[in-house]
């Protein structure tokens, strides 16, 4: 059984920051990649950072500057540091990870359960 939990969501003001958390639990040998989506009410869910094993990573345009994606390989955790919060990243967030267990011989993709991000006055 694999276990992605997220945490650091919460209603936050214009301006503000956050930072979100995902633990990936398991029985995990690798972990190829882990990152975040986002999805707000009406439109589709878009990826919003993304770290490899290697260390590289990618984010959507509009978090550029403003987010930062970082991990703990120790503790199966990636992290997202969000300043400078704008209303429109108001959406619920979810943890994705490509992870190879003991039972198979090739990664599989999982998703976390979703923490809401509300940047609001």
């Known amino acids: 059984q694999v276990q992605l939990v997220e945490s650091g969501g919460g209603l936050v003001q214009p301006g503000g920051s956050l930072r979100l958390s995902c633990a990936a639990s398991?029985?995990?040998?690798?972990?190829?990649?882990m990152g975040w989506y986002r999805q707000a009410p009406g439109k589709q869910r878009e990826l919003v950072a993304v770290?490899?094993?290697?260390?590289?990573?990618n984010y959507v345009d509009s978090v550029k500057g403003r987010f930062t994606i970082s991990r703990d390989n120790a503790k199966n955790t990636v992290y997202l540091q969000m300043n400078s919060l704008k209303p429109e990243d108001t959406a619920v967030y979810y943890c994705?990870?490509?992870?190879?267990?003991?039972?198979?011989?090739?990664?599989?993709?999982?998703w976390g359960q979703g923490t809401q991000v509300t940047v609001s006055s």
């Open positions: 770290i490899t094993s290697g260390g590289s990573t």
């Open positions: 398991g029985n995990i040998v690798r972990i190829y990649a």
């Open positions: 994705n990870a490509d992870l190879l267990l003991i039972a198979t011989m090739s990664p599989r993709n999982y």
